[in-house]
T-cell receptor, first 112, second 114 residues
């Protein structure tokens, strides 16, 4: 079955630097991959969706890459701000069904 | 436009008690989902629905039942609560199938089973 690996250790980044989070998967390559943000005590909020034929997707200060050869997605936040501190979740479509398979998330801390 | 709402926000149950969690969405979405989130683990799908009157099992359905009598509502029931069901429960909805579209989440229900 598909497994998703995200760094379980918190990532500490200095304000203004670029934060890079990693999402690795182990089995088949999904046609779609999504990134969500989750703040403490709240539900996840959608950020970006990337398709397998899209190597890169951008939205304001956010950038996602999708490498089906490496079975990896990278999520970048440029010019990071303390308000970007949150847990970021990676999710892949399940094989042949309506489900999303979720990573456990990486906690990002942006220090002033 | 409230999006996805969940009630209650918090609940404490004793082992063996039953309860129903209510999810409502006002976006006219066909697809609705119930997840549980436990520390150190990704969201796990309990049950989902692809339209009014339909339900299907997800990854961890045991001990839970669901109903979707109206398109905007998706109910999650615990018939006989167990401590292993202590978790945060999230409801979500989407316009298209799970992997191909944004999922919109409710604020969650924190359930403790003693």
């Amino acid at each position: 079955s598909q497994k998703i690996e995200q760094n379980s250790e918190a990532l500490n980044i200095q304000e203004g630097k670029t934060a890079t989070l990693t999402c690795n998967y182990t089995n088949y390559s999904p046609a779609y991959l999504q990134w969500y943000r989750q703040d403490p005590g709240r539900g996840p909020v959608f950020l970006l969706l990337i398709r397998e034929n899209e190597k890169e997707k951008r939205k304001e200060r956010l950038k996602v890459t999708f490498d089906t050869t490496l079975k990896q997605s990278l999520f970048h936040i440029t010019a990071s701000q303390p308000a970007d501190s949150a847990t970021y979740l990676c999710a892949l479509e399940g094989a042949g069904n309506y489900q999303l398979i979720w990573g456990a998330g990486t906690k990002l801390i942006i220090k002033p | 436009n409230a999006g996805v709402t969940q009630t209650p926000k918090f609940r404490v149950l004793k082992t063996g008690q039953s309860m129903t969690l209510l999810c409502a969405q006002d976006m006219n979405h066909e697809y609705m989902y119930w997840y549980r989130q436990d520390p150190g683990m990704g969201l796990r799908l309990i049950h989902y629905s692809v339209g009014e009157g339909t339900t299907a099992k997800g990854e961890v359905p045991d001990g839970y039942n669901v109903s979707r009598l109206k398109k905007q509502n998706f109910l999650l029931g615990l018939e006989s609560a167990a401590p292993s069901q202590t978790s945060v429960y999230f409801c979500a909805s989407s316009s298209l199938a799970g992997g191909t579209d944004t999922q919109y989440f409710g604020p969650g229900t924190r359930l403790t089973v003693l």
